[in-house]
């Protein structure tokens, strides 16, 4: 979060410095970012994607050059900028292909659009691989050799990362492990890719609203009802609150979704024996300054207990992701300085 990003001044960052941008559908996150992956300078605008990518492109350039500013540098002392964001995507052309949330950005050649509107280098890369490749270089797996994170949100994102390795995958949707199926039946949930049984369909904040209506629906009892009935929208936010409060139903969904994500879990860690697990985004249920959060995360360790491989479960640590938002344009930095790394020793 913003506010709890702890700056450090120019004189105490180390060079190289990279720029990392968070392209998002509502909005749009920037950070100037020393050698160490401490942020140096931060900001957001509106993606307004309905102006164009052109338009987006050029006032993302403008941003950029804002953060460098403030960053107390110039763009000469940039040596790369990474910009990350949702795919559909093509990542060695530097292209969003069919996007879900930008509208009418097919085929937009957005890498490009920005390396020439700020006249810098830059990277791309996918949102979820570089909020892994973040928590990874320092968030909370800074001491881990490799590691899945899973961002539990609208959707589920996954990003793998092994040592300096992005698992981008041969056309750049490798670890796209929200839709990995748990439930192959013909009456499975419906993903919002529009398949059936995929993790998504189960363990995203959708999927949690949507069980929830189901059971209310079904003539569950619930304190959920009443504050429905007061005004209040159905979110996990809600879920939690009256979890927390005592809500037998609310806590039976939070559990369900535990299991879920630790179904999901427990195949990655067979396929990839990662150092660890992280959990992320803004579906964690206050993480661990909350008992519920806690209880969560400890109920998916539990599930990860009792399913997979003794060796494999107890060699892997299940933990919350600690760079919140802010992630992803930490992490794109990231990748940009990685690209800059390969560049200079040649190992490409
Ligand atoms: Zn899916």
Redesign the pocket.
């Known amino acids: 979060m913003p506010e709890t990003l702890q700056f450090i001044p120019v004189a105490e960052a180390r060079e190289p410095f990279f720029v990392g941008i968070d392209l998002g559908g509502t909005n749009i996150k920037f950070g100037v970012v020393d050698d160490r992956g401490r942020p140096m300078s931060w900001m957001t605008i509106p993606t307004e994607a309905e102006r164009g990518p052109e338009d987006t492109a050029e006032r993302m350039a403008a941003a950029v050059h804002r953060v460098i500013g403030e960053a107390g540098l110039t763009p000469q002392r940039i040596a790369r900028v990474g910009l990350a964001s949702a795919g559909p995507m093509d990542i060695p052309a530097g292209m969003i292909t069919t996007p879900i949330n930008l509208k009418g950005w097919h085929n937009a050649p957005i890498r490009d659009l920005v390396a020439t509107s700020c006249g810098l280098p830059v990277t791309f890369e996918n949102d979820a691989n570089a909020a892994a490749y973040g928590e990874f270089w320092v968030g909370a797996g800074r001491d881990f050799p490799s590691l899945i994170l899973l961002t539990l949100g609208t959707g589920i994102g996954c990003g793998i990362i092994f040592g300096d390795l992005v698992l981008r995958g041969e056309h750049s949707h490798g670890g796209e492990s929200?839709?990995i199926i748990l439930d192959f039946s013909p009456e499975a949930r419906l993903?919002?890719?529009g398949?059936r049984g995929?993790l998504?369909?189960y363990a995203s904040a959708t999927a949690v609203i949507k069980r929830a209506k189901q059971l209310l629906e079904s003539g569950r009892r619930s304190s959920l009802s009443d504050r429905i009935a007061g005004g209040k929208g159905l979110t996990p936010k809600l879920i939690a609150a009256e979890a927390e409060a005592g809500d037998e139903l609310s806590l039976e969904i939070v559990l369900e979704t535990a299991h879920y994500i630790g179904l999901g879990a427990v195949s990655l860690m067979h396929m990839l024996q990662p150092a660890g697990v992280f959990l992320g985004g803004a579906m964690t249920f206050g993480g661990h300054e909350t008992a519920l959060g806690r209880r969560f995360l400890e109920h998916v360790r539990e599930e990860v207990q009792r399913l997979a491989l003794p060796q494999v479960a107890r060699a892997t640590s299940i933990d919350f992701a600690t760079l919140g938002g802010d992630a992803g344009f930490i992490g794109a930095a990231g990748v940009a300085r990685l690209e800059w790394l390969q560049k200079q020793t040649g190992h490409y």
């Open positions: 929200g839709h993903c919002g890719c398949r995929h998504e369909a």
